[in-house]
């Protein structure tokens, strides 16, 4: 079955730009979805197809997919930007989704 | 409002069932894909179930043969019923509708909480 890697952790100073990453086989290849989900809360969507944002996300975030790695991009951190992120791809050949372990964005 | 409201969570003991509701509004479940997402406590999302518009249904490999997704359009509610539970399958369970092709979930529910102990 396909496996998405994820940092645990990353952590970022207010203002700076954090950098998120989701690794798997040829990922490329594939549609990438990353989530947000802050505590006690349903998750969201912040962007899908690689790189498209839905209505509503801040421009602050964005991603890219290339090689092995997808990366979600946050610029411009803020105190409210902190939560768990998770990406996600569709796996074609099992007809699975799948989401990858989760990273913890800190905002010191 | 594109709103969907799960129930059915509670206690149960391992071994036993449930069946987990999902009532959606603002759009018909017939009409798109959905999935049930799960969250143990403390860990990440992990995709249990979906139903396609046509009607095609697809389990994640820990819950095959033990879960099973369903929809009513007349109530424009999904299921999932769930046997033989396990203590591995306590979690907060969300439902949640899919986008055109694979771009991933747009609306989740609040999530319903299942634990499963004796």
């Known amino acids: 079955s396909y496996v998405l890697t994820q940092p645990p952790s990353v952590s970022v100073a207010p203002g700076k730009t954090a950098t998120i990453t989701c690794g798997g086989d040829?990922?490329?290849?594939?549609?990438v979805q990353w989530y947000q989900q802050k505590p006690g809360q349903a998750p969201v969507r912040v962007i899908y197809?690689?790189?498209a944002r839905p209505s509503g996300i801040p421009e602050r975030f964005s991603g890219s997919n290339s090689g092995s790695t997808a990366i979600l991009t946050i610029s411009r951190v803020e105190a409210g930007d902190e939560a768990d992120y998770y990406c996600?791809?569709?796996?074609?050949?099992?007809?699975?989704?799948?989401f990858g372990g989760g990273t913890q964005l800190t905002v010191l | 409002e594109v709103q969907l409201v799960e129930s059915g969570g509670g206690l149960v003991q391992p071994g036993g069932s449930l069946r987990l509701s999902c009532k959606a509004s603002?759009?018909?479940?017939?009409?798109?894909?959905m999935s049930w997402v799960r969250q143990a406590p403390g860990k990440g999302l992990d995709w249990v179930s979906l139903?396609?518009?046509?009607?095609?249904?697809y389990h994640a490999d820990s819950v095959k043969g033990r879960f099973t997704i369903s929809r009513d359009a007349s109530r424009n509610t999904v299921y999932l019923q769930m046997h033989s539970l396990r203590p591995d399958d306590t979690a907060i369970y969300y439902c949640?509708?899919?986008?055109?092709?694979?771009?991933?979930?747009?609306?989740w529910g609040q999530g319903t909480t299942v634990t499963v102990s004796s």
């Open positions: 139903i396609f518009s046509g009607g095609a249904t």
């Open positions: 197809y690689d790189n």
């Open positions: 603002g759009f018909a479940v017939s009409s798109d894909y």
């Open positions: 996600q791809v569709w796996d074609s050949s099992t007809y699975h989704w799948v």
């Open positions: 949640a509708r899919g986008d055109y092709g694979p771009y991933g979930m747009d609306v």
């Open positions: 040829d990922i490329r290849t594939k549609i």
